[in-house]
């Protein structure tokens, strides 16, 4: 091989190596950085014709985790407005209207709407929306968050135990706890989605207030939840959320096996 071809090729592998040793750190400094966990509401009804979209969008922001850096975690809050005009949602449930007037009350919006979107519990927008979707989440992903840990999970006699802890918080916030649905399906008979089939994930069906923890203190709570008959498979996610449901501070999730 000619001397100037030994040359450039040593050169090149001189290179590659410098390349290697440079690069190194800085992606193993990436990959031992969690993603922040972002919590993704969405308020809904199967008896909206404009949800099933925004539905079929929580879907895909839960199965791709399409954000870099960012852990989504995803809440399906079915509402009970929609309940009098032709079809009963089975997974509504009031509380879940109750929590979507106090995000239009906190967020200056005349009135509630389906589908709407929250995202940790700052940004709101048209659940079906997927560009205001992904520069919210994108927004997020850059806040600080508190580390929020969920341990010693039992089931047993139809009851949820686990224990939530968090280190210390930047300021007070109200622990919220949530079993919800990993995924579910309902053959719509009337209303305006009558004769379509929807599916859901992450079905809110027990949302419970844990307690408060003060600003500057850690915070550990021992939650039980109902869990009831089902044998369909659970998450439960814990997360933190200033006063008067304010920005969430943090939040985690695991899978519950019966």
């Known amino acids: 091989m000619p001397e100037n071809l030994v040359f450039s090729a040593l050169t090149r592998v001189i290179i590659a190596a410098v390349c290697a040793i440079a690069v190194g750190?800085?992606?193993?400094?990436?990959?031992?950085?969690?993603?922040?966990?972002?919590?993704?509401?969405?308020?809904?009804?199967?008896?909206?014709?404009?949800?099933?979209?925004?539905?079929?969008?929580?879907?895909?922001?839960?199965?791709?985790?399409?954000?870099?850096?960012?852990?989504?975690?995803?809440?399906?809050?079915?509402?009970?407005?929609?309940?009098?005009?032709?079809?009963?949602?089975?997974?509504?449930?009031?509380?879940?209207?109750?929590?979507?007037?106090?995000?239009?009350?906190?967020?200056?919006?005349?009135?509630?709407?389906?589908?709407?979107?929250?995202?940790?519990?700052?940004?709101?927008?048209?659940?079906?929306?997927?560009?205001?979707?992904?520069?919210?989440i994108e927004s997020a992903r850059g806040a600080a968050k508190t580390i929020l840990r969920i341990t010693n999970i039992t089931v047993e006699n139809g009851k949820l135990r686990a224990h939530v802890e968090s280190d210390a918080l930047p300021q007070k916030a109200e622990l919220f706890v949530a079993l919800v649905l990993n995924h579910a399906q309902s053959q719509v008979l009337r209303g305006e989605n009558g004769g379509h089939r929807l599916e859901h994930v992450a079905v809110v069906r027990n949302l419970t207030s844990a307690g408060n923890a003060a600003k500057g203190a850690s915070f550990a709570k021992d939650v039980t939840l109902t869990m009831g008959p089902s044998t369909e498979q659970h998450r439960l996610i814990a997360f933190l959320q200033e006063p008067n449901q304010g920005k969430v501070l943090g939040a985690a999730q695991v899978t519950v096996e019966k």
């Open 25 to 136: 750190p800085v992606a193993l400094l990436a990959a031992d950085n969690p993603p922040t966990p972002v919590l993704v509401e969405l308020f809904t009804s199967e008896g909206c014709s404009s949800c099933p979209p925004a539905d079929a969008l929580l879907r895909t922001l839960d199965n791709t985790q399409p954000i870099p850096g960012a852990q989504l975690i995803v809440l399906s809050e079915h509402v009970d407005y929609w309940d009098d005009l032709g079809w009963r949602d089975p997974f509504s449930s009031h509380q879940f209207t109750q929590r979507q007037a106090a995000y239009a009350d906190r967020l200056r919006l005349a009135t509630s709407y389906t589908p709407q979107m929250v995202v940790d519990g700052g940004t709101q927008f048209v659940g079906s929306d997927r560009s205001r979707a992904a520069q919210a």
